[in-house]
C-alpha cells in the first residue's frame, strides 16, 4: 500500500511563474490536508479538503493560492505569481473519512525556492 | 492559529538519558497527538492520546495528557542517536469540519 505521494518533490521557480503541487492520497483515504513549514519552524495549516470539496481554507492566503481535490486524481495546490516568500515546503496529509481527524499520513513533501 | 506550543524549543541530551517535551494548547481538544519529523523527511505519526485517557505507553514512549491544565508531555526513555529529530504535538480544532493544529516543535539531539 503506497504511502502519500507528493511530486515534485523539489520545484525552483522565478518571481511571478506558477507552482503547482501535486498530492496522490493513500488508497481508501478521502482527505486531504496541506502544510507548510519554514526552516526550522512547525508547520501551518492551509486547507483541508474531501473529495470535490474545501472543507477549511482558513489558512490559505487571499490571493494567490489556490487547491482542489477532484473527483479523479491527486489534489492540486497552486500558487500563482510566486514571490521569494512563497519558497517553503509544503506538506500534504491524508486521512481516512472520519468526523474528527485522527492520525495523519504524511509525504515527503515538495520544496519550493523561488528564485 | 497557534494550538500546541512545545516546550522546550529544543533539547540536547546524551544517549541512554531521557528526553522529556511539554505541550500546551488553549482550546479543548478531543484528542491529542504526538509526530516525528527527521531533518528534510516528512511527518510520522507516533501517538495518539484521547481526551479521556490520562496516560499511554508505546515502546519507549510515554505520553500524558492533563485537560485541566491543557498540557501534554512526551517521554522517550533511553534515547539513542537515531532518536535526533523534531518532535511536534498537534490537536484538532474545529472550525466548520476539523483540522490538526501543529506547535512549533521540540528539537531533539541525542549525542552518542
Known amino acids: 500500500n503506497a504511502g502519500v505521494m507528493q511530486n515534485p518533490r523539489h520545484l525552483v521557480r522565478r518571481r511571478g511563474q506558477e507552482a503547482r503541487l501535486r498530492c496522490s492520497p493513500m488508497?481508501?483515504?478521502?482527505?486531504v490536508y496541506w502544510y507548510r513549514q519554514l526552516p526550522e519552524e512547525g508547520l501551518k495549516f492551509m486547507v483541508y479538503l474531501q473529495k470535490e470539496n474545501i472543507i477549511d481554507e482558513s489558512g490559505m492566503p487571499k490571493e494567490r493560492f489556490s487547491a482542489e481535490f477532484p473527483k479523479e486524481g491527486p489534489s492540486i495546490l497552486r500558487i500563482q505569481q510566486v514571490v521569494r516568500g512563497d519558497s517553503a515546503a509544503y506538506f500534504c496529509a491524508s486521512s481516512p473519512p472520519a468526523v474528527r481527524p485522527g492520525e495523519l499520513f504524511f509525504g515527503e513533501g515538495s520544496r519550493l525556492t523561488v528564485l | 492559529s497557534q494550538q500546541g506550543e512545545e516546550d522546550p524549543q529544543a533539547l540536547s541530551i546524551q544517549e541512554g538519558e531521557n528526553a522529556t517535551m511539554n505541550c500546551s494548547y488553549k482550546t479543548s481538544i478531543n484528542n491529542l497527538q504526538w509526530y516525528r519529523q527527521n531533518s528534510g523527511r516528512g511527518l510520522v505519526h507516533l501517538i495518539l492520546i484521547r481526551s479521556n485517557e490520562r496516560e499511554k505507553h508505546s515502546g519507549r514512549l510515554r505520553v500524558t495528557l492533563d485537560t485541566s491544565k491543557k498540557s501534554s508531555s512526551l517521554l522517550i526513555t533511553a534515547s539513542r542517536a537515531a532518536d535526533t529529530a523534531s518532535y511536534f504535538c498537534?490537536?484538532?480544532?474545529?472550525?466548520?469540519?476539523?483540522?490538526?493544529?501543529f506547535g512549533a516543535g521540540t528539537r531533539l539531539f541525542v549525542k552518542a
Open positions: 488508497k481508501g483515504h478521502s482527505h
Open positions: 498537534a490537536t484538532d480544532e474545529r472550525t466548520g469540519g476539523f483540522k490538526t493544529i
